[in-house]
């Protein structure tokens, strides 16, 4: 057999500390009667005991008062004898009195009977009672055992739940660590993926660049071979040309002592030719005076000689050329002059300009314009004009800019 006891109930315990929690549950009634049951669920044998040894107490206590009544009721009473000698009629007893009595002493005699078989019930229950007290002992004990090893393994379960809370608290420290490791990894990974995005544009331009690279790799390792076969070619030339130096420099020797002997033949012949240099310029001499006095290509007039340009300058190029030739560009003081001039074939350059100062026209021997044969409307400065020129065909002269190309004609004095 065995108690069926719920939660509340388990917790009890002789302990001090469920004793403690009983307690507090008597503080009502009910609660009070509920200990109580729960303690003679607790104690039966003991509970039993003390049932039993109070039904025995009242058993003895009657067992002894019947006794007494039945000793009273069986002593013969010496004024009561009825079958003495001495028995006397007329005395104070009488046969209601011992009727009574005897009917006393048969209920009495009934009342110990049954007393006696109550009490061998008694006996039995008793027996009973042991023998369910040595069962419910024995459950007790298995209780106790039982208890016992719940409240080890209670303690065990606390002993595990206090280290599982400690690592619940380890895990959830953890778990934190982690979440701000997983943010900083967030974190990280967008930094991460923004560099690879880089890292893959700045990879493309590289790959491109690489190819260029590449394309320029093939052809400088082109050139390097076509050089390092030109090199070759030029090393073999240069073996050639070292060969040919060496050679040329005999023959340099050679052709130094050559030159000395040339030098000194180059003396003589220099000395022929000044001697010819002199003789040409008599023969020059000679042929201008049978020019009238003037070089080849002049024209006498008067008593001086015009040379006509056969190409075209600029007016202070025109003049240099005069200059070189010993003479300038030509100055007219004279019509008859100017028609002399006036039978060129073309515009020419004669020597009047205003370059110094604007419209103060000079002749380049420095001489002032003493004759106007300017063309009408001339000279009107027309674009910085500062130089003269003369048209045959108008027979006039006209300003135009000194840097325009013109024939021209120079001037000089005959050779006496
Ligand atoms: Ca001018
Ligand atoms: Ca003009």
Redesign the pocket.
């Known amino acids: 057999m065995g108690f069926e006891i719920d939660d509340s109930l388990k917790t009890y315990n002789p302990d001090k500390e469920s004793h403690r929690s009983g307690k507090k549950r008597l503080k009502t009634k009910r609660s009070y009667l509920y200990f109580v049951v729960l303690w003679l669920k607790e104690r039966p044998f003991r509970a039993a005991a003390v049932c039993l040894g109070v039904l025995c107490v009242v058993l003895l206590t009657r067992i002894i008062i019947v006794a007494d009544n039945h000793a009273a009721v069986e002593q013969p009473t010496p004024s009561c004898d009825l079958f003495g000698p001495q028995v006397q009629l007329g005395t104070r007893c009488n046969l209601s009195d011992l009727r009574r009595e005897q009917t006393r002493n048969k209920n009495v005699t009934k009342e110990r009977d049954q007393l006696r078989i109550t009490c061998t019930n008694l006996i039995q229950e008793q027996g009973q009672l042991q023998t369910s007290y040595k069962n419910l002992t024995e459950e007790r004990d298995k209780l106790k055992t039982s208890n016992m090893q719940l409240i080890q393994e209670r303690d065990q379960l606390q002993t595990s739940t206090n280290n599982l809370t400690q690592e619940r608290d380890h895990l959830l420290t953890i778990n934190k660590c982690l979440t701000k490791e997983g943010f900083q990894l967030k974190t990280s990974n967008n930094n991460l993926t923004q560099e690879r995005d880089l890292l893959g544009t700045s990879n493309k331009y590289l790959n491109k660049e690489m190819n260029q690279l590449q394309t320029i790799n093939n052809n400088l390792t082109q050139e390097r071979d076509f050089l390092q076969t030109s090199n070759k070619n030029l090393s073999e030339e240069m073996y050639q040309l070292q060969t040919i130096n060496n050679n040329l420099t005999q023959e340099r020797d050679l052709l130094q002592t050559s030159n000395k002997n040339l030098t000194e033949v180059m003396y003589q012949l220099q000395t022929i030719n000044n001697n010819v240099t002199l003789e040409r310029d008599q023969l020059k001499e000679l042929q201008r005076l049978s020019d009238g006095g003037c070089l080849a290509g002049w024209q006498p007039h008067g008593g001086s000689c015009y040379f006509l340009s056969t190409e075209k300058k600029s007016w202070m190029a025109s003049r240099q050329d005069c200059q070189d030739k010993g003479a300038d560009l030509v100055v007219i003081h004279s019509k008859e002059e100017q028609n002399f001039i006036n039978n060129f074939c073309c515009a020419v350059w004669i020597g009047l300009?205003?370059?110094v100062s604007?419209?103060k026209?000079k002749w380049v021997d420095g001489s002032p314009m003493k004759l106007s044969l300017w063309n009408p409307g001339e000279?009107n400065?027309a674009g910085?004009?500062?130089?003269a020129e003369l048209i045959p065909k108008s027979k006039t002269w006209n300003?135009i800019p000194c840097t325009w190309q013109r024939h021209w004609a120079c001037k000089s004095c005959k050779i006496n």
Do not use: F, K, L
């Open positions: 300009n205003d370059r604007e419209s026209w000279p400065n910085n004009e500062d130089c300003d």
